[in-house]
């Protein structure tokens, strides 16, 4: 007896008409994980949904952790599947072309990333094979829904069949699926698009191959090339648009003029900058290099070619080729670079690609030190409930090498320790930003935000409360529900305490909160914005601003602000409207995480209208120091800054001795070489 069947599509979007359509005419039983955010408009799809004759499966609760705990999962396999590629001879050639093993962090990387994929699907298919025992489940992936899955080649089932029977033969985890999970409609395309990923990839390879020649040619035909330079530090510009938007922690914001000077310092942008940022750069007579496929020499380029033909004669595993094929011309790159520019110390953050890795594989070997630096609170380490499995690990904060990992508090050091990063040396300087929040304080940084909210009706005597929220969306951890119930109880707020002055600024704009209840979301944001005592900060207004001027800081967790705000000694609390967040690392710390409003008001009025000075600052001693942030004093920049200034060409053993960081300072895995 033939089991009746059930197709689900994993999301329904209008290019999927036809085979919704084959399936019900063969009488399948049809249903949706997710609607596609283009799917609203099609009369097709409500028309269906309408009659009941597809309907959307409710595994909201089981998908809720969106992709962190499948890229755990691929974290603690990743080693097992890379075992059976690390034999390719192509592996060995990237080995020797960069004389190093740590290349290999490029391929584990990017592994980790499939494999999430592999484990997303897998446990949607083991859990509808469950479900639904007696029938014969047919599943159709899609390629990824943005903005926090990563979009695909389209090539998910072959890759899935793949990787299941690469996971089968290295002893990986993985539920028994079995691999027939696919319509057999979608067979010949899956064929299709691995001939066209194959070709793409070749010309991929040609093209690079292609370029690096032109640009040899370029550079031979009288291009003036810039005098060598040696430079005690090299300051990444990752995100251009982020690094000079911000007034205050701006792209510079190191260079102080006594530990670092401007003329010790070369900018470097992975790819050319705007006209805006190359102004202020060449305004300040700030040295900068946004070009940097100009320095190629001829010895160099003639062994990346070499490298490229070897690729084509091969043509091992696409997926070998392909990031091979980017290594080598970010070797080049970077070897190249070299021969122009000495750097001691390069300093970054937020450098996820893995063009990083090799870039300092290169400066390495050239006897430079490379430093990453935190930025950030909202890490997926402070998500983890006590006693869950799910450590939120991702791939993105995956595979580092550094020399340096300057980090916030002791916590986040287990996070990265954890996710496979190779550095040697990890240190506890404090959170950054805080520095700010006490020049601005003091008036070392001018700010003109005071006036424009007595503009807006702040008056003197109301108590100024900065709002900070975060990104959200449906297939996120963070929901379109958890956002409006957080904006709800901060405009409740403004009702229930009549002098309070509120300040909202929003980490995204308001078109990022796609889905298919957006108009709810908005119409939150926008009652609260319209409230006669609340400012709506713009994209010029620092959040460093906001908080300096403040008298307490409420954020969704667990966003930074809130972690900044604390490390300069200010009121602030996380406000888990929805109460998800139960559990967490900073919810052991009493009176810092609100679960309800009633907990959020009475924190508020115990906050602002009724501890003392002293009792605060007893609190913060007693369980903030040492849990939150060790420090306290508004003085991390400073550290960071005696740190490059004594440490960028010495080895890390002098770190432990300086005479500029304590010993409380150095992280609980400074003593573990890589």
Request: aromatic share 12%; hydrophobic share 40%; net charge positive.
């Amino acid at each position: 007896m033939n089991k009746k069947r059930v197709t689900i599509f994993e999301e329904l979007a209008p290019r999927n008409r036809l085979a919704v359509m084959y399936c019900l005419h063969r009488g399948d039983t049809v249903c949706f994980l997710r609607l596609n955010e283009n799917s609203l408009s099609a009369g097709w799809i409500n028309a269906l949904i309408g009659s009941k004759k597809i309907e959307r499966l409710d595994m909201r609760h089981d998908l809720n952790l969106n992709d962190f705990a499948y890229h755990d999962k691929a974290f603690d396999n990743v080693d097992k599947f890379f075992s059976l590629m690390s034999q390719s001879s192509t592996l060995a050639r990237m080995r020797i072309l960069c004389k190093s093993d740590y290349i290999d962090l490029v391929y584990k990387k990017e592994i980790t990333k499939r494999l999430a994929r592999l484990y997303y699907i897998n446990f949607i298919v083991s859990r509808l094979q469950s479900v639904y025992c007696d029938k014969d489940i047919k599943f159709v992936p899609s390629n990824g829904m943005p903005p926090y899955q990563y979009r695909t080649d389209g090539c998910e089932v072959c890759d899935y069949r793949r990787f299941y029977l690469m996971a089968k033969r290295c002893g990986a985890n993985i539920e028994d699926t079995g691999i027939n999970i696919f319509p057999a409609i979608l067979l010949p395309g899956m064929y299709i698009k691995a001939g066209v990923r194959r070709v793409l990839t070749v010309l991929k390879v040609l093209s690079l191959c292609s370029y690096i020649i032109i640009r040899q040619i370029v550079s031979l035909s009288g291009a003036r090339r810039r005098p060598s330079r040696q430079y005690k530090y090299g300051i990444m510009v990752v995100s251009p648009e982020r690094q000079f938007a911000n007034r205050v922690r701006k792209v510079d914001f190191l260079i102080d003029g006594t530990l670092i000077k401007k003329s010790e310092v070369l900018f470097i942008a992975y790819r050319k900058m705007g006209k805006a940022c190359r102004s202020y750069l060449d305004d300040n007579d700030l040295a900068y290099v946004d070009v940097l496929d100009e320095f190629f020499s001829v010895r160099r380029t003639s062994r990346a070619v070499l490298e490229y033909c070897m690729l084509i004669l091969r043509l091992p595993d696409v997926f070998l080729t392909d990031l091979s094929a980017s290594i080598i011309h970010y070797h080049l790159r970077w070897t190249s670079f070299t021969q122009t520019f000495g750097i001691d110390a390069l300093v970054t953050h937020c450098d996820i690609v893995v063009q990083s890795i090799v870039r300092n594989i290169v400066l390495g070997k050239r006897g430079s030190k490379t430093f990453y630096y935190m930025d950030s609170s909202n890490l997926g380490s402070f998500m983890q409930k006590t006693g869950r499995i799910v450590e939120f690990r991702h791939s993105n904060l995956g595979f580092f090498y550094y020399d340096y990992f300057l980090a916030w508090n002791e916590h986040v050091m287990d996070y990265f320790k954890r996710s496979h990063c190779k550095i040697i040396n990890y240190v506890n300087v404090g959170c950054l930003w805080a520095e700010h929040l006490e020049l601005i304080s003091s008036g070392q940084i001018t700010s003109g935000l005071v006036d424009k909210l007595r503009g807006c009706g702040y008056r003197q005597g109301m108590k100024l409360i900065a709002v900070f929220d975060s990104t959200f969306h449906d297939n996120s951890l963070t929901t379109c529900s958890d956002g409006i119930d957080f904006l709800k109880g901060v405009r409740r707020l403004l009702d229930d305490l009549p002098d309070l002055f509120m300040v909202i600024k929003e980490k995204m704009a308001i078109h990022i909160h796609t889905d298919s209840r957006p108009q709810d979301l908005i119409a939150a944001y926008d009652r609260l914005k319209l409230h006669a005592r609340c400012y709506a900060a713009d994209k010029k207004d620092s959040p460093s601003e906001i908080i300096a001027f403040s008298d307490m800081v409420i954020s969704f967790p667990f966003t930074s602000t809130s972690f900044e705000a604390l490390s300069a000694r200010k009121r602030a609390v996380w406000y888990d409207a929805s109460g998800k967040f139960k559990n967490t690392f900073f919810d052991a710390i009493p009176g810092l995480v609100c679960h309800d409003y009633k907990e959020m008001f009475e924190r508020v009025s115990e906050l602002l209208l009724r501890m003392a000075d002293a009792d605060y600052d007893h609190y913060l001693d007693s369980q903030v120091k040492g849990r939150v942030e060790s420090y306290l004093d508004c003085k991390a920049i400073t550290r960071m800054r005696k740190l490059l200034n004594s440490n960028s060409s010495v080895p890390g053993e002098a770190l432990r001795k300086s005479r500029h960081c304590e010993e409380a300072v150095v992280g609980r895995y400074a003593d573990e070489a890589i």
